[in-house]
């Protein structure tokens, strides 16, 4: 597996309440991309950043903001999360090819 | 929107037989790619074949691309109980190479 690592790994929060996720790759890969995956819904794509403070949003993107200062780190942000953005969260990397390399997954919950 | 979807949504099939999953997409693409996911990991990426390609084989693995149709089929030969997961077809459209699509994937079961 490429390097790619998500924190934390399991959340519970409350509605309302901001809430950060963390992606770090060591690959210097170029692209990052958060995706979300529900039933039924299979992957959809929350944002994704094609360099360092590059970003541009996917489908899915309300209620979510990113942010990529680094070329290792890419992070999710829900400002005030709500019930409907409790998922697995899933973020991938990739470089020139077109290979995405995925991380463990996080899974969060909002009450 | 989901560009590609997957047929079936789920296949048991006993182990040792071969197993088939298509995709169905939209628009043109650039490529089209195979990953597998396991119960509660990543997508791992299987295959990649581009448009000007019609069939591509890895291992046990055999993708067809017709582009014609806008489908592509995974066939996985000789099952086993280690090939019980889900599988997703990702396209890539034209001159946007930092886009990937995903279906909603086939789940596979492989019974003993």
């Known amino acids: 597996d490429a390097g790619i690592t998500q924190s934390p790994r399991h959340k519970v929060t409350e509605t309302g309440t901001p809430v950060t996720l963390r992606c770090h790759q060591t690959?210097?890969?170029?692209?990052m991309y958060w995706y979300r995956q529900d039933p039924g819904h299979g992957l959809r794509l929350i944002h994704y950043?094609?360099?360092?403070?590059?970003?541009d949003k996917g489908e899915v993107s309300d209620g979510y903001s990113v942010s990529r200062s680094k070329t290792e780190d890419f992070l999710l942000t829900l400002e005030s999360a709500t019930s409907s953005q409790t998922s697995v969260y899933f973020c991938a990397s990739r470089w020139g090819g077109n290979e995405q390399f995925f991380g463990p997954g996080t899974r969060l919950t909002v009450l | 929107s989901q560009q590609g979807e997957e047929d079936p949504q789920a296949l048991s099939i006993q182990e040792g037989e071969n197993a088939t999953m298509n995709c169905s997409y939209k628009?043109?693409?650039?490529?089209l790619q195979w990953y597998r996911q396991n119960s509660g990991r990543g997508l791992v990426h299987l295959i990649l074949i581009r448009s000007n390609e019609r069939e591509k084989h890895s291992g046990r693995l055999r993708v067809t691309l017709d582009t014609s149709k806008k489908s592509s089929s995974l066939l996985i030969t000789a099952s086993r109980a280690a090939d019980t997961a889900s599988y997703f077809c990702a396209t890539v459209p034209p001159n946007r190479d930092d886009k990937i699509i995903f279906g909603k994937g086939t789940r596979l079961h492989i019974l003993p």
């Open positions: 690959e210097n890969h170029r692209y």
């Open positions: 950043s094609y360099g360092v403070k590059d970003t």
């Open positions: 628009t043109s693409i650039n490529n």
